[in-house]
């Protein structure tokens, strides 16, 4: 048990000391405090024995001991009230936190097999960090050199070998200065200038760092000066040029002067063609005339030839009869072999268009082309540049035979026009094409018009029927509908389907202009006379006239339609029925609802005006409140009672 308490266990962790029992402090030492969210170092605090954080470490890190009158701090940067210490006593990470010394430098690069430089100077930045005597040096990049440039060494510390003393040490401020070359990596590297910061750093601390000299200049490289000199790849020295060596060349970055003349010569007659019109007699057995176009390619001097294709010879469709390429003139000469493998023949051994003239014969690889005509492209450029003149004109006993014109035959009446011509346009028709700009500037827009038979046209019977013919803005389609009469011994309703339908007066497609009142339109053989438009076709009419295409006009009924749900309402009260028997006789299925149709045949019974489907919907909308498109007795009830009035 224990001595000082008997109850304790005599075991590690329940003695305890004598000391820490007298002691009134328990908070563990340390060096820094946190003040918003800053590390500083709190003052007003003594300890028995010092205490450090890093233990043995400590003794290795390196403390800034330098001037009192200098401060890092101060001056063009932003100065930070985190220590109270004294700078000379603080640690090195801590009072040169992102404090970077900058020096310009630069090392010469040997360069091997090239006749304009034998060395090319290489700038760098050397970046020196103060708080842990790190270097990062970083390549200035230089526009299109060709050269990997950017980080050339990644931050750490550098080992060196002295010069005095032939031992390795670690890269420090004393050796950067102006002037002084480094080793590093089989590079030496000469420090030619530094920035405004490292200067009055080196100033503040002169007693400990080297003075700095003014900056140097860098050194110009071969190169650099044969660009002054505007010389550069213009030597020649006369020497055989071949495949090999301008291979070689190439690589190394030397581009040949043939390869710059074909580069030119490719921007001056990029996509200039010139076009030959040849036959071919075929001397063989039931040999004939063909026709082919020679192309000649003023960019690259290569030759196309191809055949002009006939209809219903006997042959399939190989159009090419050489492709695109260079045309030797003695073919048998030309043959490709390994050892030809990327070499480059003499521009003699092939054609040329100094050597095609019309009237001339061009042999392609063992076949006699006979040049006969020439297009006016070619027949101008040979005029201007090589003041010759060229037959335009093709023989006449080298003209094919003309093949007669296929015109499509009429219409048979079934379906549209567009859908027969494309029938017979296409092995497998296509849909014609509509006009959708024109459907969305007039959609909606409708032409209608009341009409009748004209008189002394027709039987007795005709006389009193009427008609609703209504023209469609957006595909210039045209219907009609017979109106609703008793005892008239017609069916009413759909007369005509919707369809385009031509003029045969002009055998166009009928327009807007053609519904005048008065006029008198032909359609299926029918004479319909126009009598008179409604209200919309009039305001409609008149922005056309005035060349206002595209415009919206307002329907007469939308404006009228408040008016006729108020005089509804006025009919249910003027009569003495109850708003059940009302309903009721609404509701002809007596299924507690007034649906649409309901609804349409109460409105035109009542002579409550013709009203169109849309209409009626936006009447049925006013006595609809839970929009299920039916009206029960408590909406019809709720929208007829005398407040709503």
């Known amino acids: 048990m224990s001595a ?72 063009d940067f932003k100065k930070r009230d985190t220590a109270s210490l004294p700078f000379s006593t603080m640690p090195a990470w801590v009072a040169y936190d992102r404090k970077v010394c900058r020096f310009y430098a630069f090392f010469r690069e040997s360069v091997h097999a090239n006749s ?40 750490d510390k550098q080992m060196l070998t002295d010069k005095v003393t032939g031992e390795d040490r670690v890269l420090t401020l004393n050796d950067l200065f102006i002037g002084n070359e480094i080793d590093m990596y089989c590079r030496t590297f000469r420090i030619v200038d530094c920035d405004g910061f490292t200067r009055k750093f080196y100033e503040a601390n002169s007693k400990i760092l080297p003075a700095l000299k003014a900056p140097e200049t860098y050194p110009t490289d071969p190169f650099e000066k044969s660009l002054e000199r505007g010389n550069i790849h213009r030597t020649n020295f006369k ?19 043939s390869q710059t003349r074909d580069k030119q010569k490719f921007l001056d007659f990029d996509r200039k063609v010139l076009r030959f019109y040849s036959i071919w007699d075929d001397p063989k057995l039931y040999g004939e005339r063909r026709p082919f176009i020679v192309h000649y390619f003023l960019a690259d001097d290569t030759v196309e030839v191809l055949e002009v294709r006939q209809n219903n010879n006997g042959r399939d469709n190989y159009p090419a009869m050489m492709k695109r390429g260079k045309l030797p003139i003695k ?61 335009q004109s093709f023989p006449t006993e080298y003209e094919s035979e003309i093949v ?24 497998v028709p296509k849909v014609p094409r509509k006009d959708f700009k024109k459907m969305m500037e007039n959609d909606g827009q409708v032409i209608r018009y009341l009409s009748k038979f004209p008189e002394g046209k027709g039987s007795v019977q005709d006389v009193d029927r009427r008609f609703i013919i209504t023209y469609f803005m957006t595909d210039d389609t045209v219907s009609i509908y017979e109106q609703f009469k008793r005892n008239s011994g017609f069916i009413g309703g759909k007369f005509m389907e919707r369809c385009k339908i031509k003029n045969p007066k002009s055998d166009n497609y009928f327009q807007w202009t053609d519904f005048v009142p008065g006029n008198v339109l032909t359609i299926n053989k029918f004479q319909f ?25 307002a329907r007469p009924g939308h404006v009228s339609l408040d008016n006729i749900v108020a005089k509804i309402k006025r009919w249910c009260h003027d009569k003495s029925k109850r708003l059940t028997q009302v309903f009721r006789e609404i509701d002809v299925d007596n299924n507690d609802y007034i649906e649409f149709d309901e609804f349409n045949k109460f409105l035109k019974n009542r002579n409550f005006f013709e009203l169109s ?18 009206i029960n007795l408590k909406e019809f009830a709720t929208a007829v009672s005398p407040d709503s009035l």
């Open 613 to 630: 489907e849309e209409e009626v919907s936006y009447l049925l909308a006013q006595f609809d409140t839970n929009n299920d498109r039916m």
């Open 4 to 75: 000082l308490n008997p109850k304790l266990p005599f075991l590690p962790g329940y003695q305890p000391s004598i000391s820490s029992l007298s002691k009134k402090d328990h908070s563990k030492p340390h060096v820094f405090d946190v003040d918003q969210g800053i590390m500083i170092c709190d003052k007003n605090k003594k300890y028995d024995t010092p205490f450090s954080p890093l233990g043995n470490l400590s003794q290795q890190m390196k403390v800034a001991k330098l001037s009192k009158d200098f401060d890092p701090r101060a001056g």
């Open 331 to 391: 073919p048998h000469k030309a043959c490709a072999s390994v050892a030809d493998i990327g070499a480059r023949l003499p521009d003699d051994e092939f054609v040329t268009e100094r050597m095609l003239r019309t009237g001339n014969s061009l042999n392609v690889f063992g076949r006699t082309l006979d040049l006969c005509a020439v297009d006016y492209f070619t027949f101008r450029y040979y005029k201007e540049v090589h003041g010759v003149e060229q037959n």
């Open 404 to 427: 007669p014109v296929l015109y499509p035959p009429p219409h048979n009446g079934f379906g549209t026009e567009e859908d027969s011509l494309s029938s017979f346009l296409y092995l």
């Open 116 to 155: 304009v430089e034998n060395y090319r100077i290489r700038r760098c930045v050397i970046f020196f960090y103060l708080d842990d005597n790190t270097v990062h040096i970083a390549e200035t990049k230089t526009r299109n050199s060709g050269l990997p440039q950017g980080v050339f060494l990644k931050r």
């Open 529 to 553: 006379e126009l009598v008179e438009p409604d209200t919309y076709t009039k305001n409609l009419v008149a922005l056309l006239a005035q060349g206002k295409t595209g415009m919206r006009v």
């Open 239 to 257: 020497k055989m040029k071949n495949a090999l060596k301008d291979f070689m060349e190439a690589r190394l970055g030397n581009p040949a002067i």
